[in-house]
């Protein structure tokens, strides 16, 4: 599929237009703070956005989810455990449709209990749970440093090396990376054991 960044916002949001472009169908990832960016990144794409999809529910990811949605005719897709209204509700390994490809649920609790990664067999778009040189923060209402460190090590770590990560905030030196080269530098995924992780978390 093809994944298109686009930075919004003041909080150095990314959110994602993912697509087919065979069907010309594509899924947005967060939308932010404005929808202006994504409309035209859809439109140069000749992209129908069916979905548009939360990675969790913080405000700086979600604002704008229904207005875009609404504007598109798109469907919302929220981690059931999510505490927001509306949308249809996604569980862990659910498969998102989007023309001839799809796309895969990865629930990864732990920077909130609704926080999901979406991964389409090579690309893994990771919202708040893991960026580019750090990880989520776990101290805030629903986060959790144990389940952050068993998402990115039962989960993520399991993917083959050559998944490119695309995180939701561009907080990193690029703006994406393999797996196998961030497994190489980002503590989180160096940490050998929770008891390390919690280190570096406190
Ligand atoms: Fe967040």
Known sequence: MFVIQIKVGRMENFVYLLGDPLAREGLVVDSGWEIQPILEAAESAGTRIKYVVATHGHFDHTTTLHELAEKCGAEVLIHENSSLGGGRRLRGDDQILVGEESVRVIHTPGHTEDSICLY????????????????????????????????????IMKLPDTTVIYPGHDYGRVTHRILGEEARSNKALLARDLKSFLRLSS
């Open 120 to 155: 389409d067999g090579k690309n893994l778009l990771t919202g708040d749970t893991l960026f580019i040189g750090g990880w989520g923060r776990t101290d805030l209402p629903g986060g959790s440093a144990e389940k952050l460190f068993a998402s990115l090590h039962g989960s």
